[in-house]
């Protein structure tokens, strides 16, 4: 395990290197990461602005945005991680860089994460923590050493989430070769993540909850600091479901491998 623990470090070290190689690009990029999620949470601040619109289905402004902030760190996590997702079927399958990785004594999946980071999302990591930390300070939340824990457990298990649902996705590459593939519509759907699910109408309730699960992402989890009841047996399930997609995406990923064919003829 630390063999493989130093290995997988030094994949990031490698590319951490290379990225500051240019460090004004990659403060303008980090910069310009930051400004494009301020603007999500500008429209919460536009449309629940406490004079025309107090509320959105029972969820008030600051509410709404300690959902959102919540859901930032998951989805910065997975953003660090999952930049070759996007594009594996065109880097890895259609250009044949696969082949490649199945030489190597590593996990293929391990690898194709560890090759390309998106340090950029760190801003997103910072802006979520700020969000959440403003936004409790104004619902009446004081976190404890165990809330703490829990948001740390829910973070993680929720870029897990993240992260299983398109690496299932791009197992699908595997079988169906195409440079774009069906994951741009699911990461769209990563927005309906950061509001309250409950503002939406039952079908995508459910969509959200049993078929991609992204309410697990931030929702669940924190309604353990919003006191709604109905919601803590969701809540404490965050972990589990994390566990039961990756075991579903390992599978599917593994079931790819075993009908890759390579690129040559």
């Excluded at 696969?98 to 999946?109: E, G, I, K, T």
Aim: glycine share 8%; proline share 3%.
């Amino acid at each position: 395990m630390w063999r493989i623990f130093k290995i997988y470090s030094a994949y990031f070290a490698r590319f951490v290197q290379a990225r500051l190689a240019y460090k004004g690009d990659f403060i303008a990029e980090l910069f310009a990461t930051m400004v494009v999620t301020l603007t999500g949470l500008l429209y919460i601040l536009l449309l629940l602005d406490g004079e025309t619109i107090t509320s959105l289905r029972g969820w008030s402004r600051d509410e709404v945005l300690f959902v959102y902030g919540y859901s930032l760190m998951p989805t910065a996590l997975f953003n660090l991680l999952g930049p070759n997702l996007y594009q594996f079927g065109d880097k890895y399958i259609i250009q044949g860089q696969f082949d490649r990785v199945l030489l190597r004594p590593l996990s293929s999946l391990a690898q194709v994460l560890c090759e390309s980071f998106n340090l950029e999302s760190i801003a997103n990591l910072v802006v979520g923590i700020a969000v959440l930390l403003w936004s409790s300070h104004h619902v009446g939340i004081h976190f404890g050493f165990l809330d703490y824990v829990w948001i740390l457990i829910s973070t993680i298990s929720g870029a897990v989430i993240l992260l299983s649902v398109f690496i299932l996705l791009s197992s699908l590459s595997f079988h169906f070769e195409d440079r774009v593939g069906v994951a741009p519509p699911f990461y769209n759907l990563i927005m309906f993540g950061r509001y309250p699910v409950t503002i939406f109408n039952s079908v995508l309730q459910f969509i959200l909850s049993w078929v991609v699960p992204f309410a697990f992402i931030a929702f669940y989890p924190s309604t353990r600091f919003l006191g709604r009841d109905g919601f803590m047996g969701y809540c404490y399930a965050t972990p589990l479901v994390a566990l039961v997609c990756f075991g579903i995406a390992n599978f599917f990923w593994g079931f790819g491998v075993k009908r890759y064919a390579s690129a040559g003829n």
